[in-house]
């Protein structure tokens, strides 16, 4: 069993910051792409941004400049440091991994979801 845990969404005032982690947890061999995405209310889930195991990174041109993601390898640990939010990116946040178990199977893995609001 493989899971992925967020934690520190809340309520922010726009121009604030937030910063969001995700760990994975279970029986991981290795841990390839990660990522979060976001899903505000009657909208699709969307692509904020992707980080590979070595480190490259992908951004929403919606967010690029303002959220940074970054992760821990040896803590299988994900995060998206939000600066200058804005109330357009009041959603609920999903972290996702593409994961190799222990019994060799790759899956693609979501978090429970976080929810961040911004007030203006």
């Known amino acids: 069993q493989v899971q992925l845990v967020e934690s520190g969404g809340g309520l922010v005032q726009a121009g604030g910051s937030l910063r969001l982690s995700c760990a994975a947890s279970?029986?991981?061999?290795?841990?390839?792409?990660m990522g979060w995405y976001r899903q505000a209310p009657g909208k699709q889930r969307e692509l904020v941004a992707t980080?590979?195991?070595?480190?490259?990174?992908n951004y929403a041109d919606s967010v690029n400049g303002r959220f940074t993601i970054s992760r821990n390898n040896a803590e299988n640990t994900v995060y998206l440091q939000m600066n200058s939010l804005k109330p357009e990116d009041t959603a609920v946040y999903y972290c996702?991994?593409?994961?190799?178990?222990?019994?060799?199977?790759?899956?693609?893995?979501w978090g429970q979801g976080t929810q961040v609001t911004v007030s203006s």
């Open positions: 996702n991994a593409n994961i190799r178990s222990t019994t060799w199977r790759m899956s693609v893995y």
């Open positions: 279970g029986s991981i061999f290795s841990i390839n792409a």
């Open positions: 980080i590979t195991s070595g480190g490259s990174t």
